[in-house]
């Protein structure tokens, strides 16, 4: 009998096997933009259509078996602390590995640069839309949070009415299971995603990243991994119970599909797997990983802070500390509202910028190869997400 390659296999294969062709191909990104990323777009439009489902379903089924409300208070409590200080520490790891580098930074000739932001809302506004005002919206147009705040609210609704939602319960954990199903389908495929959506992408910025901005890139991305070693190996051994090597080796999988999908709202499925896999509980992950693929983002804070600094020193700025720590702050604040999609953290990086007076053109230095940037910083985001289920599983075990 033939014996099948574990998927997480596969999905390895398909990267290096894209990175290849990607390099093969550098002289017709054309080519591989118009027949290859297509396929990619198609799997990536299948995960996004299954990833409302499978939030909504997930987290009413994960409320609904806590069967008290307490419970999920302490977890989510629990959940926001962790994600809040991962994150600033993401930010400070940002800051000083962009400090570091700051003497390879160029000071550039910078008047002819351009970039429209698009503007950030103020900060009441959004808390004002985590709320949905509907019921159908959020469903429709993906608004995570606000699917969050719905799913939450119903299942708490289900655990106050008791016997006479018996029908419900059912009715939901039957259709999570249904979804779930369905996402394994569409998961099966992901060698054929990771492959389509890798190449072109090597096509077109292969070059572009041997030029000055190579030396953002390497801070950006030394950052990004002593992030996730100390932070998450540090994390995971003293309060999730687990070797940190057993850690990243069950998250490899997630790792590599949101290293070529730049999206942790597409990986989410994936990630949910493996954490339950590696023996967190399934209550714990439908609820804490949705909510981090939502709002803890410690990549694209790290990539703010690095940014911030360099574009301030391409412009000849010199940034002090309150300043930095205002940049702590706001990047905080602009990684919750980041949403997990390609692209997302860079248009809040223009937050993080005028917070200090920095000009938001300055954006247009690191747009060319947001790309790059992004592919790494969803991985610390999604990695960050895997830890906090991990730990709060085993808090959580080690109380009840
Ligand atoms: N692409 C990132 C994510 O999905 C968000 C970002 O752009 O920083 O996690």
């Not at 990175?19 to 027949?35: K, R, S, V």
């Not at 989410?268 to 509980?281: F, Q, R, S, T, V």
């Amino acid at each position: 009998m033939k014996k099948k390659l574990p998927l997480a296999i596969q999905i390895f294969i398909a990267l290096v096997l894209g990175i290849i062709a990607g390099l093969l191909l550098q002289g017709h990104a054309d080519f591989a933009e118009n027949y290859i990323k297509p396929f990619g777009t198609i799997f990536l439009n299948l995960v996004k259509f299954i990833v409302v489902p499978i939030v909504l379903f997930s987290i009413m089924s994960g409320v609904i078996s806590m069967q008290d409300i307490r419970k999920v208070g302490s977890i989510g409590i629990k959940t926001i602390i962790y994600y809040l200080c991962t994150t600033a520490v993401a930010i400070v790891i940002g800051l000083v590995g962009g400090n570091v580098f700051k003497g390879f930074f160029p000071v550039l000739q910078t008047s002819e640069l351009t970039y429209e932001a698009s503007s950030s809302a103020p900060i009441m506004d959004t808390i004002i839309n985590i709320f949905p005002s509907n019921f159908i919206m959020p469903l429709s147009e993906a608004t995570m949070l606000q699917v969050i705040v719905m799913a939450i609210l119903i299942g708490f609704a289900i655990i106050l009415v008791g016997d006479e939602a018996a029908p419900a319960v059912k009715g939901i954990n039957s259709f999570n299971a249904v979804f779930m199903k369905c996402m394994e389908m569409i998961l099966k495929l992901s060698p054929i995603g990771v492959f389509c959506l890798i190449c072109p992408v090597v096509a077109t910025n292969g070059s572009a990243v041997l030029g000055s901005l190579a030396m953002v890139l390497l801070a950006a991305y030394i950052c990004y991994f002593l992030h996730m070693v100390i932070v998450y190996s540090i994390a995971v051994r003293t309060m999730g119970g687990m070797s940190p090597v057993k850690f990243f080796k069950g998250q490899l999988p997630a790792m590599i599909f949101a290293f070529s999908s730049a999206s942790s709202v597409g990986t989410l499925p994936i990630n949910m797997k493996g954490c339950e896999k590696m023996g967190a509980d399934k209550e714990i992950t439908s609820f804490v990983l949705p909510l981090g693929a939502t709002i803890n983002m410690d990549g694209t804070a790290i990539y703010q802070g690095v940014c911030a600094i360099f574009i301030a020193s391409c412009y000849g700025v010199q940034l002090t500390f309150p300043q930095m720590i205002t940049i702590v702050l706001t990047a905080t604040l602009a990684s919750i509202g980041t949403a997990g999609v390609p692209g997302a953290g860079m248009v809040m990086l223009a937050m993080v910028l005028t917070s200090v007076g920095l000009p938001v053109d300055g954006i247009a230095l690191v747009a060319g190869i947001d790309r790059i940037f992004d592919m790494g910083r969803t991985v610390v985001n999604i990695t960050g997400d895997a830890s906090c289920s991990l730990v709060v599983s085993n808090l959580e075990k080690k109380k009840g």
